[in-house]
């Protein structure tokens, strides 16, 4: 097969010794070729090309936010997509049953190439910017914007450096004194003033170092968007919120200022001024109104054999 492999140099779990390994592997059986990311939106137009070329899998040495440019250039297309954890959470590549070890993620890629474990699977996209786990609106993402400027934290104390920044974008740096948006899902159905919204397109949400944060349950990679919005302004009840997505998920899914919503194709999210949004853990900036849709069979992805999401098919011709 002829493989590109993707690499952020400056990804948390990058290193020249795990680069030079993986790149052996991988070129042992297979054409490959390698390229580096330089700038923001770079993996996009590197897997679009790759695609246009004839490439039949593109490999993500990074972090989610890599990997979220990679599958936007990918979607719609025949090319693979096969994530190796680089980053210090690596969302996507866990919840496909990924070993956190890249090394390891590397042997189990190549069993899965020569087993031909290749699914489709449907993306969310948000004002036209695609993502596979999750986007989030509100006060989520502005903890990512503050998350971003202590970046180079993460490689060490990623869990951490979150619980931080929630805590100083809560007391300092989001006006949380009022619903910031509302959420029209048509037919009626609208979700008023709502701080802070997860839509899913996978579970769980993220991870706190090792443990799931799970939001909604329900969703998966066979179904929709599935919606979890925070209406309360409490700070005590979203931490008590936060430490139920951690464990048993019982408060979150009955408190009275969390609203679900499952199976959703589209909605509208219209704020009361402008809102923050973020995709797979990327901060996109404010907005006044999203767009958000459910592309069904947009992308080709890699799964492990024997994994929990989908047992392997035929090779492509």
């Given at each position: 097969?002829?493989?590109?492999?993707?690499?952020?140099?400056?990804?948390?779990?990058?290193?020249?010794?795990?680069?030079?390994?993986?790149?052996?592997?991988?070129?042992?059986?297979?054409?490959?070729?390698?390229?580096?990311?330089?700038?923001?939106?770079?993996?996009?137009?590197?897997?679009?090309?790759?695609?246009?070329?004839?490439?039949?899998?593109?490999?993500?040495?990074?972090?989610?936010?890599?990997?979220?440019?990679?599958?936007?250039?990918?979607?719609?297309?025949?090319?693979?997509?096969?994530?190796?954890?680089?980053?210090?959470?690596?969302?996507?590549?866990?919840?496909?049953?990924?070993?956190?070890?890249?090394?390891?993620?590397?042997?189990?890629?190549?069993?899965?190439?020569?087993?031909?474990?290749?699914?489709?699977?449907?993306?969310?996209?948000?004002?036209?910017?695609?993502?596979?786990?999750?986007?989030?609106?509100?006060?989520?993402?502005?903890?990512?914007?503050?998350?971003?400027?202590?970046?180079?934290?993460?490689r060490y104390a990623a869990p951490v450096l979150f619980v931080v920044a929630a805590f100083d974008t809560w007391l300092r740096g989001f006006d949380h004194s009022r619903g910031r948006f509302?959420?029209?899902?048509?037919?009626?159905?609208?979700?008023?003033?709502?701080?802070?919204?997860?839509?899913?397109?996978?579970?769980?949400?993220?991870?706190?170092?090792?443990?799931?944060?799970?939001?909604?349950?329900?969703?998966?990679?066979?179904?929709?968007?599935?919606?979890?919005?925070?209406?309360?302004?409490?700070?005590?009840?979203?931490?008590?919120?936060?430490?139920?997505?951690?464990?048993?998920?019982?408060?979150?899914?009955?408190?009275?200022?969390?609203?679900?919503?499952?199976?959703?194709?589209?909605?509208?999210?219209?704020?009361?001024?402008?809102?923050?949004?973020?995709?797979?853990?990327?901060?996109?900036?404010?907005?006044?109104?999203?767009?958000?849709?459910?592309?069904?069979?947009?992308?080709?992805?890699?799964?492990?054999?024997?994994?929990?999401?989908?047992?392997?098919?035929?090779?492509?011709?």
């Amino acid at each position: 097969m002829r493989v590109l492999l993707i690499v952020n140099a400056v990804a948390s779990s990058v290193t020249a010794r795990r680069r030079v390994v993986i790149q052996k592997a991988l070129g042992a059986d297979h054409e490959l070729e390698v390229a580096e990311t330089t700038r923001r939106g770079h993996a996009a137009r590197l897997a679009r090309a790759a695609a246009l070329e004839g490439v039949d899998v593109v490999v993500v040495l990074a972090g989610d936010g890599t990997l979220n440019e990679a599958a936007d250039g990918l979607a719609g297309t025949d090319t693979a997509l096969a994530p190796l954890p680089g980053g210090s959470t690596n969302v996507f590549a866990r919840t496909i049953g990924v070993s956190r070890d890249p090394v390891e993620a590397t042997a189990e890629l190549l069993t899965s190439l020569d087993a031909g474990a290749f699914r489709r699977i449907g993306l969310g996209v948000a004002g036209g910017r695609r993502f596979l786990f999750h986007c989030g609106i509100g006060f989520d993402a502005a903890v990512i914007e503050q998350a971003e400027r202590r970046s180079m934290l993460k490689r060490y104390a990623a869990p951490v450096l979150f619980v931080v920044a929630a805590f100083d974008t809560w007391l300092r740096g989001f006006d949380h004194s009022r619903g910031r948006f509302d959420l029209e899902l048509g037919g009626g159905d609208v979700i008023d003033d709502s701080i802070f919204t997860i839509v899913s397109n996978s579970s769980p949400y993220t991870f706190f170092g090792s443990r799931p944060v799970i939001v909604e349950p329900g969703t998966g990679l066979d179904t929709a968007l599935g919606i979890t919005a925070f209406c309360t302004r409490e700070m005590q009840a979203i931490v008590r919120l936060g430490l139920s997505a951690v464990g048993s998920g019982f408060l979150l899914r009955r408190h009275r200022g969390v609203a679900h919503r499952h199976d959703i194709r589209e909605l509208l999210v219209r704020g009361h001024g402008p809102f923050p949004y973020q995709v797979d853990g990327e901060y996109l900036g404010e907005v006044d109104e999203l767009d958000i849709v459910f592309e069904p069979d947009a992308l080709t992805i890699v799964v492990p054999v024997g994994g929990a999401h989908g047992a392997p098919r035929p090779a492509r011709s």
